[in-house]
């Protein structure tokens, strides 16, 4: 399975220096932000798994940068808030905002890292996936690599096999390139992203990902991509 991916805001620098320390080191692919606007630049250009959120940090505070993320990005992104602000009132108006968890500071390495294993396992970033899949007419099986249509093969490259596979797997979830690149190819974006466009485009014409076929492959504009099983 790719390596979960962490974004964290919080601008104390000693703090970030020490969760990115403590999330390491528990294996996980961590990245932070100082501020609301950085963090969500980078949460669309990086497509964080699990995100930990601190409440007041500069431009856009985190229950703000949970709003937006609830509203612009993957439908259930899990989100654990960390912060000082620890009154019932702000965890509820956190929770009701979408937040999965939330912690007041300061961290504890071992309860911090409790409650990310347990937000990720119940939204399902540590589960085994399925070896096989049936989303309308295909069928995929991911020990074979093999994949049908109404039944009928279909003759995919290994990548192309596995792009097919990721954007089932998370159907009508906006995808960045550069998450794409990361899970499928374990690369960065440093690599041209023409490489995640030509496969689009491959799979979108060898699996007829076509609005009269009723599904919608569509680009989203400087970002990534999107598939959509089209109502009937």
Not at 73 to 96: D, H, K, N, S
Not at 186 to 195: F, H
Request: proline share 2%; aromatic share 8%.
């Amino acid at each position: 399975m790719s390596q979960i991916s962490i974004g964290i805001l919080e601008d104390d620098k000693d703090q970030s220096d020490l969760l990115e320390l403590w999330l390491g080191e528990a294996g996980y692919d961590v990245g932070s932000c100082v501020d609301g606007t950085e963090f969500i630049r980078a949460a669309q250009s990086r497509g964080f798994d699990l995100m930990i959120l601190d409440w007041l940090v500069p431009k856009m505070n985190g229950l703000e940068v949970l709003e937006w993320v609830r509203l612009n990005i993957r439908e259930r992104v899990p989100v654990i808030f960390l912060t000082t602000r620890g009154e019932e009132e702000q965890i509820v108006a956190a929770l009701e905002a979408g937040a999965d968890d939330y912690l007041t500071k300061p961290a504890r390495r071992d309860e911090l890292l409790a409650r990310v294993t347990a937000v990720a396992r119940r939204s399902g970033l540590t589960d085994d996936q399925p070896d096989t899949l049936k989303v309308g007419e295909f069928e995929l099986d991911r020990k074979l690599s093999q994949a049908t249509k109404n039944g009928q093969d279909l003759v995919l490259t290994g990548r192309e096999f596995e792009l097919a596979w990721f954007l089932f797997t998370n159907l009508s979830k906006i995808l960045s390139r550069e998450y794409l690149l990361r899970h499928i190819w374990n690369i960065s974006a440093a690599v041209n992203t023409r490489t995640v466009d030509t496969h689009v485009s491959r799979i979108r014409s060898k699996l007829g990902l076509r609005p009269e076929n009723g599904w919608k492959l569509s680009s989203v504009y400087h970002y990534g991509y999107r598939l959509e099983q089209l109502d009937s």
